[in-house]
């Protein structure tokens, strides 16, 4: 059996009163991409802070590789490092901002710019190398700090909110680029985000975090499709989260929904929008929201809405939702 990149066992985190981290255990296996997301202050980031050293869990135990390091400091634990704010040398160069992890790892100064312009080719930056860190872009900043952790050759990489300062139009193809630059690298990676898309996008699996504790853990396809329970699906973004009896809650995910056929329900609101129409419709089970598309918005009769509901795609949930 091959050995993971990182395994994180019965780990427990607190700062004063507050718990931040309770009893977490996560594999992260050789090659592969793991995606840690929850809401802001959920523990996700101390989690990331604890395998990299730079907090020390009061419970629990870090492995990477194989090798128990919850003792070792952060420079003993052969990690690379992407944090929000990229934390780049504005003293040095871009080459000089990527050689300095394998310098710091005892690389000789020709080895490590060898291994600064690697990974400057890997994530489109040789052509930089000379160039200033104040005169980058935010998206060239990220792509340097990236670099930067790849330079290290560490069989690990956490990477913490790595697009959030970044526009959405520029996050969009930069996690394309992570996608296919995570792939070739052959690394573990740990990704810590809040953003659904970027989860799904990057991860091959995805661990949901909430209040200091996973709560779901799986493929991330299979995680977003049938999600656990009622909080989990809410915080994916499922729009049909509607009362059930008995503490349980009804998912009815998009493809359940099949417009054009069945009855009639009314429609109580609708907006048009840039790509459609969005509709509140009166269902037995509850209002369902919709977003209809030109094409879609055929199956409108008036003031009502012709739709059925494929019962065996509708999901009975755990209602774990705080109550107002």
């Known amino acids: 059996m091959t050995t993971p990149a990182l395994a994180v066992h019965h780990l427990a985190k607190r700062f004063g009163p507050t718990v931040a981290v309770d009893d977490v255990s996560l594999t992260v296996g050789a090659g592969e991409t793991v995606a840690l997301l929850g809401p802001s202050g959920c523990g996700k980031s101390t989690v990331l802070r604890c395998v990299a050293g730079l907090e020390r869990p009061d419970a629990g135990r870090v492995c990477i590789g194989g090798r128990d390091v919850t003792a070792l400091p952060p420079e003993a634990r052969q990690v690379g490092l992407v944090f929000q704010e990229y934390a780049l040398f504005p003293h040095l160069s871009v080459l000089g901002n990527v050689a300095y992890g394998p310098r710091m790892r005892g690389a000789a100064r020709a080895k490590a710019e060898d291994r600064a312009r690697e990974a400057l080719e890997l994530v489109g930056l040789d052509a930089l190398a000379g160039r200033r860190t104040t005169e980058l872009s935010g998206g060239q900043a990220q792509r340097v700090a990236l670099a930067r952790a790849i330079a290290t050759g560490s069989p690990l990489l ?157 999901l009975a949930l755990p209602d774990d939702r705080e109550r107002p």
């Open 158 to 314: 956490l990477l913490d909110e790595p697009l959030s300062n970044l526009d959405e139009p520029l996050r969009a193809r930069l996690r394309a680029d992570l996608r296919a630059l995570f792939a070739h690298l052959h690394a573990g990676v740990l990704l810590v985000t809040h953003d659904q898309r970027e989860a799904l996008a990057l991860a091959s699996r995805v661990a949901v975090m909430r209040a200091g504790r996973l709560v779901q853990v799986g493929p991330a396809e299979e995680v977003f499709a049938r999600p656990a329970t009622a909080w989990v699906a809410a915080f994916l973004g499922h729009a049909n989260i509607l009362p059930g009896p008995s503490g349980l809650a009804h998912l009815v995910p998009e493809d359940a929904v099949r417009l054009g056929e069945g009855e009639v329900f009314p429609v109580t609101a609708r907006q048009m929008t840039d790509t459609g129409t969005d509709v509140t419709v009166q269902h037995p089970l509850g209002p369902l929201r919709l977003h209809l598309s030109p094409r879609e918005a055929a199956a409108l009769c008036g003031d009502g809405l012709r739709l059925t509901l494929d019962p065996t795609r509708v």
